[in-house]
Protein backbone atom coordinates (compact mmCIF):
# COMPACT_ATOMS: atom_id res chain seq x y z
CA UNK A 1 0.00 0.00 0.00
CA UNK A 2 1.13 3.38 -1.12
CA UNK A 3 1.78 5.74 1.69
CA UNK A 4 3.25 8.98 3.49
CA UNK A 5 2.92 9.71 6.77
CA UNK A 6 4.12 12.94 8.29
CA UNK A 7 5.34 13.42 11.98
CA UNK A 8 7.36 15.96 14.15
CA UNK A 9 3.85 18.71 14.44
CA UNK A 10 3.16 20.20 17.59
CA UNK A 11 2.72 23.33 19.32
CA UNK A 12 5.98 25.95 19.70
CA UNK A 13 6.73 29.27 20.84
CA UNK A 14 7.57 31.80 18.00
CA UNK A 15 10.88 31.74 17.67
CA UNK A 16 11.26 27.98 17.92
CA UNK A 17 11.67 25.27 15.76
CA UNK A 18 10.04 21.98 14.80
CA UNK A 19 10.95 19.39 12.50
CA UNK A 20 9.26 17.58 10.42
CA UNK A 21 9.39 14.17 8.42
CA UNK A 22 7.85 12.53 5.84
CA UNK A 23 8.09 8.79 5.43
CA UNK A 24 6.90 6.34 3.15
CA UNK A 25 5.81 3.16 2.58
CA UNK A 26 5.35 1.49 -0.86
CA UNK A 27 7.38 3.63 -2.37
CA UNK A 28 11.01 5.14 -2.70
CA UNK A 29 10.88 9.03 -2.15
CA UNK A 30 14.20 9.34 -3.91
CA UNK A 31 12.45 8.66 -7.01
CA UNK A 32 9.83 11.07 -6.36
CA UNK A 33 9.60 14.96 -6.37
CA UNK A 34 8.63 16.02 -2.58
CA UNK A 35 6.63 19.20 -1.51
CA UNK A 36 5.77 20.43 1.65
CA UNK A 37 1.94 22.45 1.35
CA UNK A 38 -0.02 24.04 4.81
CA UNK A 39 -3.26 24.72 5.34
CA UNK A 40 -4.61 27.25 8.09
CA UNK A 41 -7.35 27.29 9.12
CA UNK A 42 -9.59 29.58 6.82
CA UNK A 43 -7.27 29.75 3.97
CA UNK A 44 -6.11 27.56 1.22
CA UNK A 45 -3.88 25.10 0.89
CA UNK A 46 -0.57 27.06 0.00
CA UNK A 47 3.31 25.76 -1.22
CA UNK A 48 6.37 25.70 1.14
CA UNK A 49 8.89 23.77 -0.04
CA UNK A 50 10.30 21.23 -2.66
CA UNK A 51 12.80 19.34 -3.54
CA UNK A 52 13.96 17.45 -6.65
CA UNK A 53 14.69 13.94 -7.15
CA UNK A 54 18.25 12.40 -6.51
CA UNK A 55 20.50 10.20 -4.90
CA UNK A 56 22.66 13.10 -4.21
CA UNK A 57 19.93 14.73 -2.23
CA UNK A 58 17.99 17.04 -4.37
CA UNK A 59 17.78 20.36 -5.27
CA UNK A 60 15.92 22.49 -2.75
CA UNK A 61 13.45 25.26 -3.40
CA UNK A 62 11.37 27.51 -1.13
CA UNK A 63 8.81 30.15 -1.33
CA UNK A 64 9.90 33.33 -0.11
CA UNK A 65 7.86 33.60 3.14
CA UNK A 66 10.30 30.86 4.54
CA UNK A 67 13.02 30.79 2.56
CA UNK A 68 16.21 31.60 4.95
CA UNK A 69 14.17 30.22 8.23
CA UNK A 70 12.75 26.56 6.48
CA UNK A 71 15.04 24.02 4.79
CA UNK A 72 14.34 20.54 3.15
CA UNK A 73 16.09 17.54 2.93
CA UNK A 74 16.43 14.04 1.98
CA UNK A 75 17.40 10.87 4.26
CA UNK A 76 17.60 8.21 1.79
CA UNK A 77 18.85 5.76 3.76
CA UNK A 78 15.35 6.10 5.69
CA UNK A 79 13.37 6.80 3.18
CA UNK A 80 12.59 10.16 4.80
CA UNK A 81 12.30 13.76 3.54
CA UNK A 82 12.71 16.49 6.09
CA UNK A 83 11.79 20.01 6.62
CA UNK A 84 13.61 21.80 9.24
CA UNK A 85 11.43 25.15 10.34
CA UNK A 86 13.43 27.87 12.45
CA UNK A 87 12.51 30.94 13.76
CA UNK A 88 8.57 30.50 13.60
CA UNK A 89 6.04 32.63 13.16
CA UNK A 90 2.39 32.69 14.33
CA UNK A 91 1.83 32.84 10.70
CA UNK A 92 3.18 29.59 10.29
CA UNK A 93 0.95 27.24 12.22
CA UNK A 94 -1.15 25.52 9.43
CA UNK A 95 -1.89 21.49 8.85
CA UNK A 96 2.04 20.51 7.10
CA UNK A 97 1.31 18.03 3.98
CA UNK A 98 4.24 16.00 2.19
CA UNK A 99 3.40 15.17 -1.52
CA UNK A 100 5.33 13.03 -3.70
CA UNK A 101 5.43 13.90 -7.50
CA UNK A 102 6.74 11.80 -9.97
CA UNK A 103 7.89 14.12 -12.49
CA UNK A 104 11.10 15.59 -11.78
CA UNK A 105 11.74 19.10 -11.25
CA UNK A 106 14.74 20.97 -10.01
CA UNK A 107 12.62 24.45 -9.62
CA UNK A 108 10.17 25.27 -7.42
CA UNK A 109 7.15 22.47 -7.83
CA UNK A 110 4.22 23.28 -5.75
CA UNK A 111 1.57 23.24 -8.16
CA UNK A 112 -0.95 20.81 -6.97
CA UNK A 113 -2.21 19.22 -9.36
CA UNK A 114 1.47 17.62 -10.10
CA UNK A 115 1.62 15.87 -7.31
CA UNK A 116 0.37 12.07 -6.99
CA UNK A 117 0.35 11.20 -3.68
CA UNK A 118 -0.56 13.13 -0.40
CA UNK A 119 0.16 12.18 3.56
CA UNK A 120 -2.36 13.15 6.10
CA UNK A 121 -1.03 16.21 7.53
CA UNK A 122 1.11 17.02 10.73
CA UNK A 123 -0.18 20.13 12.61
CA UNK A 124 1.98 22.67 13.86
CA UNK A 125 0.62 25.77 16.07
CA UNK A 126 2.69 28.29 16.59
CA UNK A 127 1.64 30.30 20.28
CA UNK A 128 3.07 31.95 23.13
Known amino acids: QLQLVESGGGLVQPGGSLRLSCTAS????????IGWFRQAPGKEREGVSSISRGTDGGVANYMYYVKGRFTISRDNAKNTVHLQMNALKPEDAAIYYC???????????????????WGQGTQVIVSS
Open 99 to 117: AAARRDSSWLFLEEHNYDY
Open 26 to 33: GLTLEDYT
